[in-house]
T-cell receptor, first 119, second 110 residues
Protein backbone atom coordinates (compact mmCIF):
# COMPACT_ATOMS: atom_id res chain seq x y z
CA UNK A 1 0.00 0.00 0.00
CA UNK A 2 0.89 3.65 -0.22
CA UNK A 3 1.31 4.06 3.51
CA UNK A 4 1.25 2.15 6.78
CA UNK A 5 -2.32 1.10 7.53
CA UNK A 6 -3.55 0.35 11.04
CA UNK A 7 -6.88 -1.04 12.16
CA UNK A 8 -8.96 -0.39 14.12
CA UNK A 9 -8.38 3.34 14.47
CA UNK A 10 -10.23 3.27 17.78
CA UNK A 11 -10.93 0.43 20.14
CA UNK A 12 -12.82 0.65 23.40
CA UNK A 13 -12.81 -2.46 25.55
CA UNK A 14 -13.44 -3.54 29.09
CA UNK A 15 -10.80 -4.47 31.59
CA UNK A 16 -9.86 -8.11 31.26
CA UNK A 17 -10.78 -8.47 27.60
CA UNK A 18 -8.54 -9.58 24.73
CA UNK A 19 -7.59 -7.14 21.98
CA UNK A 20 -5.91 -7.45 18.58
CA UNK A 21 -4.45 -4.52 16.68
CA UNK A 22 -3.43 -4.92 13.05
CA UNK A 23 -0.73 -3.24 11.00
CA UNK A 24 -0.21 -3.41 7.24
CA UNK A 25 3.20 -1.91 6.40
CA UNK A 26 4.36 -0.20 3.24
CA UNK A 27 4.79 -2.75 0.49
CA UNK A 28 8.37 -3.99 0.33
CA UNK A 29 9.33 -2.78 3.79
CA UNK A 30 11.03 -5.62 5.62
CA UNK A 31 11.24 -4.00 9.04
CA UNK A 32 8.11 -3.40 11.12
CA UNK A 33 7.95 -1.71 14.50
CA UNK A 34 5.34 -1.34 17.23
CA UNK A 35 5.43 1.65 19.55
CA UNK A 36 3.05 2.80 22.26
CA UNK A 37 2.37 6.46 22.98
CA UNK A 38 0.64 7.72 26.08
CA UNK A 39 -0.69 11.25 26.40
CA UNK A 40 2.09 13.80 26.67
CA UNK A 41 4.81 11.23 26.08
CA UNK A 42 6.97 10.24 23.14
CA UNK A 43 6.53 6.89 21.41
CA UNK A 44 7.80 4.01 23.53
CA UNK A 45 9.32 1.04 21.72
CA UNK A 46 7.59 -2.33 22.10
CA UNK A 47 8.86 -4.77 19.47
CA UNK A 48 10.27 -4.92 15.98
CA UNK A 49 10.35 -7.53 13.24
CA UNK A 50 12.85 -8.17 10.52
CA UNK A 51 10.87 -10.31 8.10
CA UNK A 52 8.80 -12.86 10.02
CA UNK A 53 10.92 -13.01 13.16
CA UNK A 54 10.84 -10.72 16.16
CA UNK A 55 14.33 -9.24 16.17
CA UNK A 56 13.86 -7.34 19.42
CA UNK A 57 10.92 -7.69 21.81
CA UNK A 58 12.63 -6.07 24.77
CA UNK A 59 10.04 -3.29 24.95
CA UNK A 60 7.03 -5.51 25.56
CA UNK A 61 5.94 -4.58 29.10
CA UNK A 62 4.89 -8.08 30.22
CA UNK A 63 3.69 -11.44 28.95
CA UNK A 64 0.18 -10.14 28.29
CA UNK A 65 1.59 -8.53 25.15
CA UNK A 66 2.47 -10.56 22.09
CA UNK A 67 2.97 -9.77 18.42
CA UNK A 68 3.23 -11.85 15.27
CA UNK A 69 4.11 -11.31 11.63
CA UNK A 70 3.60 -14.77 10.12
CA UNK A 71 4.19 -13.95 6.46
CA UNK A 72 6.60 -11.07 6.82
CA UNK A 73 4.05 -8.42 5.93
CA UNK A 74 0.97 -7.79 8.10
CA UNK A 75 1.55 -7.80 11.86
CA UNK A 76 -0.87 -8.23 14.74
CA UNK A 77 -0.27 -6.95 18.26
CA UNK A 78 -2.20 -9.00 20.79
CA UNK A 79 -3.00 -7.90 24.32
CA UNK A 80 -4.50 -10.34 26.78
CA UNK A 81 -6.40 -9.49 29.98
CA UNK A 82 -6.29 -5.78 29.22
CA UNK A 83 -5.77 -3.32 32.04
CA UNK A 84 -6.67 0.35 32.28
CA UNK A 85 -2.96 1.19 32.11
CA UNK A 86 -2.82 -0.31 28.62
CA UNK A 87 -4.86 2.64 27.31
CA UNK A 88 -2.69 4.46 24.77
CA UNK A 89 -2.20 4.99 21.07
CA UNK A 90 -0.44 2.01 19.53
CA UNK A 91 1.70 3.11 16.60
CA UNK A 92 3.05 0.87 13.90
CA UNK A 93 5.93 1.92 11.66
CA UNK A 94 7.85 0.29 8.84
CA UNK A 95 11.15 0.88 7.10
CA UNK A 96 12.78 -0.49 4.00
CA UNK A 97 15.28 -2.37 6.12
CA UNK A 98 16.45 -2.58 9.67
CA UNK A 99 18.60 0.33 10.72
CA UNK A 100 22.24 -0.20 10.17
CA UNK A 101 24.71 2.54 9.71
CA UNK A 102 23.36 5.69 8.16
CA UNK A 103 20.92 5.29 5.35
CA UNK A 104 17.59 6.62 4.24
CA UNK A 105 16.51 2.99 4.07
CA UNK A 106 16.18 2.88 7.82
CA UNK A 107 13.84 5.85 8.14
CA UNK A 108 10.61 4.96 9.89
CA UNK A 109 7.22 5.79 8.42
CA UNK A 110 4.37 5.66 10.93
CA UNK A 111 0.77 4.65 10.54
CA UNK A 112 -2.09 6.72 11.96
CA UNK A 113 -2.20 4.58 15.09
CA UNK A 114 -4.82 2.58 16.96
CA UNK A 115 -6.23 4.34 20.00
CA UNK A 116 -7.00 1.78 22.70
CA UNK A 117 -9.20 2.70 25.64
CA UNK A 118 -9.64 0.18 28.43
CA UNK A 119 -12.57 0.96 30.70
CA UNK B 1 19.61 3.07 29.79
CA UNK B 2 19.38 5.10 26.63
CA UNK B 3 17.76 8.46 27.24
CA UNK B 4 16.68 11.29 25.03
CA UNK B 5 15.80 14.49 26.83
CA UNK B 6 13.67 17.34 25.56
CA UNK B 7 12.05 20.29 27.25
CA UNK B 8 8.31 19.60 27.07
CA UNK B 9 7.45 23.26 26.56
CA UNK B 10 5.26 24.80 25.44
CA UNK B 11 7.65 26.94 23.47
CA UNK B 12 5.84 30.01 22.19
CA UNK B 13 7.28 32.12 19.38
CA UNK B 14 5.72 34.89 17.29
CA UNK B 15 5.01 34.30 13.63
CA UNK B 16 8.08 34.96 11.51
CA UNK B 17 10.55 34.32 14.34
CA UNK B 18 13.09 31.51 14.63
CA UNK B 19 12.03 28.57 16.77
CA UNK B 20 14.87 26.66 18.42
CA UNK B 21 14.20 23.15 19.68
CA UNK B 22 16.81 21.27 21.66
CA UNK B 23 17.53 17.66 22.48
CA UNK B 24 20.25 15.90 24.47
CA UNK B 25 21.02 12.20 24.51
CA UNK B 26 22.88 10.02 26.93
CA UNK B 27 24.60 7.39 24.80
CA UNK B 28 27.83 8.53 23.22
CA UNK B 29 27.78 5.89 20.48
CA UNK B 30 24.49 7.13 19.04
CA UNK B 31 24.78 7.31 15.28
CA UNK B 32 21.55 8.55 13.72
CA UNK B 33 19.37 11.44 14.77
CA UNK B 34 15.88 12.33 13.63
CA UNK B 35 13.32 15.06 14.14
CA UNK B 36 9.66 14.13 13.79
CA UNK B 37 6.70 16.51 13.83
CA UNK B 38 3.44 15.36 15.39
CA UNK B 39 0.24 17.33 15.08
CA UNK B 40 -2.33 16.80 17.79
CA UNK B 41 -4.12 13.49 17.26
CA UNK B 42 -1.91 12.52 14.33
CA UNK B 43 1.07 10.22 13.88
CA UNK B 44 4.70 11.39 13.81
CA UNK B 45 6.08 12.45 10.44
CA UNK B 46 9.76 12.75 9.63
CA UNK B 47 11.14 16.26 9.12
CA UNK B 48 14.89 15.86 9.21
CA UNK B 49 17.58 13.28 9.71
CA UNK B 50 21.19 14.05 10.51
CA UNK B 51 24.17 11.75 10.90
CA UNK B 52 27.28 13.95 10.93
CA UNK B 53 28.43 16.81 13.09
CA UNK B 54 27.44 20.23 11.83
CA UNK B 55 24.38 21.71 10.21
CA UNK B 56 21.95 20.27 7.69
CA UNK B 57 19.48 22.58 6.03
CA UNK B 58 16.21 21.74 4.29
CA UNK B 59 14.03 24.70 3.40
CA UNK B 60 13.08 26.54 6.59
CA UNK B 61 14.46 23.74 8.76
CA UNK B 62 18.04 23.33 9.99
CA UNK B 63 19.21 20.42 12.09
CA UNK B 64 22.39 20.86 14.10
CA UNK B 65 24.40 18.00 15.59
CA UNK B 66 27.23 18.17 18.11
CA UNK B 67 28.28 14.65 19.06
CA UNK B 68 30.93 15.84 21.52
CA UNK B 69 28.26 17.64 23.52
CA UNK B 70 25.63 14.95 22.79
CA UNK B 71 23.29 17.61 21.55
CA UNK B 72 21.02 17.91 18.53
CA UNK B 73 18.79 20.83 17.71
CA UNK B 74 16.20 21.89 15.18
CA UNK B 75 15.82 25.47 14.01
CA UNK B 76 12.69 26.59 12.22
CA UNK B 77 13.08 29.89 10.40
CA UNK B 78 10.16 32.19 9.56
CA UNK B 79 7.89 30.21 11.88
CA UNK B 80 4.29 29.86 10.75
CA UNK B 81 1.15 29.04 12.76
CA UNK B 82 1.03 25.78 10.79
CA UNK B 83 4.33 24.80 12.44
CA UNK B 84 2.51 24.56 15.78
CA UNK B 85 2.92 20.92 16.78
CA UNK B 86 4.94 18.65 19.03
CA UNK B 87 8.47 18.01 17.81
CA UNK B 88 9.97 14.65 18.72
CA UNK B 89 13.70 14.02 18.81
CA UNK B 90 14.74 10.42 18.13
CA UNK B 91 18.11 8.70 18.36
CA UNK B 92 19.39 5.37 17.08
CA UNK B 93 22.47 3.33 17.91
CA UNK B 94 23.43 0.88 15.18
CA UNK B 95 20.61 -1.59 14.60
CA UNK B 96 18.61 -0.72 17.70
CA UNK B 97 15.12 0.76 17.38
CA UNK B 98 14.62 4.49 17.58
CA UNK B 99 14.48 5.95 21.07
CA UNK B 100 12.22 8.98 21.29
CA UNK B 101 12.19 11.94 23.62
CA UNK B 102 8.93 13.15 25.14
CA UNK B 103 8.69 15.94 22.59
CA UNK B 104 8.57 19.72 22.74
CA UNK B 105 5.27 21.43 22.09
CA UNK B 106 5.71 24.47 19.83
CA UNK B 107 3.13 27.20 19.55
CA UNK B 108 3.55 29.85 16.83
CA UNK B 109 1.48 32.89 17.62
CA UNK B 110 0.02 34.85 14.70
Amino acid sequence: GAGVSQTPSNKVTEKGKYVELRCDPISGHTALYWYRQSLGQGPEFLIYFQGTGAADDSGLPNDRFFAVRPEGSVSTLKIQRTERGDSAVYLCASSLKVAGGISGANVLTFGAGSRLTVL
Amino acid sequence: QKEVEQNSGPLSVPEGAIASLNCTYSDRVSQSFFWYRQYSGKSPELIMSIYSNGDKEDGRFTAQLNKASQYVSLLIRDSQPSDSATYLCAVRIGNTPLVFGKGTRLSVIA
